[in-house]
Nanobody, 130 residues
Framework: QLQLVEFGGGLVQPGGSLRLSCAASGFTLDYYAIGWFRQAPGKEREGVSCISRSGVSTVYADSVKGRFTISRDNAKNTVFLQMNSLKPEDTAVYYC???????????????????????WGQGTQVTVSS
């Protein structure tokens, strides 16, 4: 069974940090670009960040640039999202997603469009509040 599971969500004060993990089971992430998305109550899902299959390229939403860092450890079949200087507006359910990238060019790129992803995790809640 192909599965993505997110870990690391929780309650944190403004200015604090969290590290989210996205672990895959049943398949290897080596051939996938990985995206992180979030959805706040009453809002549409938005792309937060992505990392290419090769790890060469990363993309960040303007709202998180300079605060969030995405990385991947293919040996552990896991992708991470380090979130620093968290703000109340970062409160949301965070999802990771995997998109299959087969060609050499595709391996270099990623997007934060949810239509480009095939597998999704169940989400982890991040709440930033004092």
């Amino acid at each position: 069974q192909l599965q993505l599971v997110e870990f690391g969500g929780g309650l944190v004060q403004p200015g604090g940090s969290l590290r989210l993990s996205c672990a895959a089971s049943g398949f290897t992430l080596d051939y996938y670009a990985i995206g992180w998305f979030r959805q706040a109550p009453g809002k549409e899902r938005e792309g937060v960040s992505c990392i290419s299959r090769s790890g060469v390229s990363t993309v960040y939403a303007d709202s998180v640039k300079g605060r969030f860092t995405i990385s991947r450890d293919n040996a552990k079949n896991t992708v991470f999202l380090q979130m620093n200087s968290l703000k109340p507006e970062d409160t949301a359910v965070y999802y990771c997603a995997a998109g299959y990238r087969i060609t050499p060019l595709q391996a270099l790129l990623c997007t934060t469009r949810d239509m480009d992803y095939n597998y999704w995790g169940q989400g982890t809640q991040v709440t930033v509040s004092s």
